[in-house]
């Protein structure tokens, strides 16, 4: 059974930073694709960043560029979501998800495994 396991959300002051993690099991981690999607409660899912994990090619949505960085430990089978400058609308539940397709950032439901969410917050 494929779980995936979110880690490293909290509060932080504007301009602050978090990594996030997503620890992947039950699969062969590597020919496989992991993003990550954040959604505000009420609001559209926003996909942030992608890796596929063979060769470590990612994809950032415009949100993310220059900001925040994916990349992965393999021997963890683990994938990073490194934020930086964070913004107040940045606050939104950060999900990890997977699937053996490199699906686009827009639409999360095509993802096959997902995460269970961490929060992150941004406030002074």
């Known amino acids: 059974q494929v779980r995936l396991v979110e880690s490293g959300g909290g509060s932080v002051q504007p301009g602050g930073s978090l990594r996030l993690s997503c620890a992947a099991s039950?699969?062969?981690?590597?020919?496989?694709?992991m993003a990550w999607f954040r959604q505000v409660e009420g609001k559209e899912r926003e996909g942030v960043a992608r890796?596929?994990?063979?060769?470590?090619?990612?994809t950032y949505a415009d949100s993310a560029k220059g900001r925040f960085t994916i990349s992965q430990d393999k021997a963890k089978n683990t994938v990073y979501l490194q934020m930086d400058s964070l913004q107040p609308e940045d606050s939104a539940m950060y999900y990890c998800?997977?699937?053996?397709?490199?699906?686009?950032?827009?639409?999360?439901?095509?993802?096959?495994?997902r995460g269970q969410g961490t929060q992150v917050t941004v406030s002074s």
């Open positions: 998800v997977a699937d053996q397709m490199c699906y686009n950032l827009e639409r999360m439901d095509l993802w096959q495994y």
């Open positions: 039950g699969w062969i981690y590597t020919g496989r694709c």
């Open positions: 890796i596929w994990t063979e060769s470590g090619a990612t």
